[in-house]
């Protein structure tokens, strides 16, 4: 590894596989991005894939700007660097020599830097392998970066020791032809266990360890998840916890069916569209679950309770496809003790045929297909259809029977009763004719009866009704007497009225008195009875029997009255 | 004029009866009695002539009514 000295605006470092540029490459990111450079923002440096071109075309750049490599000593060749291939004496001859302090006051920091530096390039010259816990793992671009983890034993803190490190494309590219890029993805997840072989170097712009990832022991890792696998089973065997889900009892009709899977998979419709070819009369609880990933432990535990409170029949937990990396969470605790105390059955189709997680091997039937899982619930049901057939043709063969039975029965019953009918209707019809004879002589009877009465009313009625009208007739003769004599009275009556109407007009006729000579004397129409009433000269008026006569009075002489 | 003059019985009576009232009375002219009594007398003769109208009417009807009760009688 080459290293410049510090002072400079920019600087780079040279790796086997990467060109670090490191200072204040703010201003010139663009240029450094065009080289190819990838920003490692927890080191604050850009990253440069290493060949011929790219570092003339850095070394250039540095140049322009007053900047250049980093001093420092690096291995010629990486074979030099395989530690099977180092002596301690080697190692020793290879250690740089210490560099005197430049001022008397002390080590600067960049000299400081540069010591380690040497020193760490010193003890580890060639790559080494490491262990740790895969953490923070990110691709940017081409290039993986992740943390290498460790929980540090050595001073009882819960505090984990964390070194940064990185696989560059080139050494990517040939992992993944090496052990295959599943295997491989397999193995780098967080949370994985690795044994890797590493570049061990001081990245002095942080001042931290970095380690560049030449090479990852495949078999450490699933050696490791095996170990635990078989641990946990151990301890699940131990307290009997692997033959409790088994030993559930499995209801005769699982109608309600617990499904997790993760929502749209292929698992998903496969189980369902095989439930419904097979006929499958029942509910599915369908909840999504994600089957990879570290959410799986929690949301499959939680899911698992919620089927449960559901009253669930049988639980399917069922994956189609996903690498075999992705079992190991099934070979987790959390997963094993739920379905271990879990009260339901609990059918798993989770891994491959030659794949078995722990949750396939505690649950209480492993299918290997989310398709042979279906078929399994559909069998439960195939005792119940064939007795329910059975039953069927047993009911058709007795029902049958049981109709001929009825219509011979029937028939009997109709002749029965055709015969009785007969009968009965030839008996009533005598006796009807008996009554109608009956009737009919009652009825002549009772008519000569009635006419008798009838002609014995007739005599009193037409009695009775002379007698009425004899007393109607004296009544009316009575009547008419009454009335010529009233008329007779009346007549008279008014006779005599008249009579004496005309003597009070004889009494009044003034003309017997006008016959003898007698007259009534008038002044301007009152009647003069005495002479004081007129005076001479007046004009008075008289009738005679034949006419009127006016008069003049000349004379008026007074009549002695007699004394006596 | 005949319709006009045609009227009731009772009317006749009442009339004669006023005119005898009118004429008995001392204020009257002597004229007018007269006319009064020719009236009257008039008035009267009427009346005569209905009553024995009438009487025989009603022995016309008696004896037809007679007439009709023989025939039940002899049955």
Not at chain 1, 280 to 303: I, N, R, W
Not at chain 2, 15 to 20: A, T
Request: charged fraction near 25%.
């Amino acid at each position: 590894m080459h290293v410049a000295e510090v002072g400079i605006l920019i600087y780079y470092e040279c790796s086997e596989y990467a060109i670090t540029i490191s200072g204040k490459t703010y201003p010139y990111r663009e240029a450094i991005k065009a080289l190819g450079g990838r920003f490692v923002g927890h080191d604050k440096t850009w990253q440069v894939t290493r060949s011929e071109a790219n570092l003339a075309q850095v070394e250039a750049l540095c140049a322009s700007l007053g900047g250049g490599p980093l001093p420092g000593a690096a291995p010629s060749t990486i074979s030099d660097f395989a530690p099977e291939n180092q002596s301690p004496e080697g190692i020793e001859a290879n250690a740089p020599p210490p560099v005197a302090p430049p001022s008397p006051v002390g080590l600067t920091l960049s000299q400081l830097l540069q010591q380690i530096s040497g020193a760490v390039n010193a003890t580890f010259p060639h790559p080494v392998w490491v262990t740790g816990e895969v953490q923070n793992l990110n691709f940017r671009g081409d290039t993986l970066y992740l943390s290498l983890a460790e929980q540090d034993a050595i001073r009882h803190v819960s505090q984990s020791i964390t070194v940064n490190a990185v696989i560059w494309p080139s050494v990517y590219q040939k992992l993944c032809q090496q052990h295959g890029k599943e295997a491989l993805q397999g193995v780098l997840q967080d949370g994985m266990q690795i044994l890797c072989r590493c570049e061990v170097s001081l990245y002095k712009g942080r001042g931290s360890i970095s380690l560049s990832l030449l090479d990852v022991d495949l078999s450490f890792t699933k050696g490791k998840l095996a170990l635990e696998r078989e641990k946990l089973l151990r301890e699940l065997r131990s307290q009997g916890l692997d033959r409790t889900n088994k030993s559930r009892e499995l209801a005769r009709m699982p109608l309600r069916i617990g499904l997790l899977t993760a929502e749209g998979s292929r698992a998903e419709s496969d189980f369902l569209h095989q439930l419904e070819e097979g006929g499958f009369p029942g509910t599915v609880l369908f909840l999504p679950t994600p089957m990879q990933g570290e959410k799986v432990p929690k949301a499959v535990s939680q899911a698992i309770d919620q089927l449960v409170a559901a009253d669930c029949d049988l639980i399917v937990i069922t994956r189609g496809g996903g690498s075999a990396a992705d079992l190991r969470w099934f070979d987790g605790r959390e997963i094993a003790y739920k379905i271990a105390t879990c009260p339901i059955p609990v059918v798993a189709a989770i891994g491959h045929h030659d794949d078995v997680c722990v949750a396939e091997e505690i649950c209480f039937l492993r299918m290997k297909t989310p398709t042979a899982a279906a078929d399994f619930v559909i069998s439960c049901f195939q005792p119940i259809w064939t007795r329910l057939d059975e039953c069927r043709e047993q009911l058709l063969v007795r029902t049958e029977r049981c109709l001929q039975q009825n219509e011979s029965q029937l028939t009997l019953l109709g002749r029965t009763l055709h015969h009785g009918w007969q009968h009965s209707l030839t008996r009533t019809q005598q006796n009807l004719e008996h009554l109608q004879g009956e009737l009919l002589e009652r009825f002549l009877r009772e008519i000569l009866r009635l006419d008798r009465i009838f002609l014995r009313l007739e005599a009193t009625v037409a009695l009775a009704s002379l007698t009425t009208l004899h007393r109607r007739e004296e009544f009316l003769r009575q009547k008419a007497r009454q009335l010529w004599e009233g008329f007779q009275l009346g007549w008279h009556q008014q006779l005599a009225k008249v009579e004496h109407a005309e003597k009070g007009l004889v009494a009044c006729d003034p003309s017997p008195w006008c016959a003898k000579g007698w007259t009534k004397l008038t002044f301007n129409g009152t009647t003069v009875r005495s002479i004081e009433g007129i005076s001479i000269g007046a004009k008075v008026s008289t009738r005679l029997l034949d006419g009127n006569v006016h008069l003049r009075v000349e004379e008026i002489h007074p009549v002695e009255k007699n004394k006596n | 004029m005949k319709e006009k003059e045609s009227v009731t019985y009772r009317h006749m009576l009442e009339k004669v009866e006023s005119i005898i009232t009118q004429v008995s009375s001392s204020d009257v002219d002597l004229d007018e009695m007269v006319t009064k009594v020719e009236e009257g007398y008039q008035v009267i003769r009427k009346m005569r002539e209905r009553l024995l109208e009438t009487k025989g009417k009603i022995e016309k009807l008696r004896s037809e009514f007679e007439e009709a009760e023989l025939p039940k009688e002899e049955q």
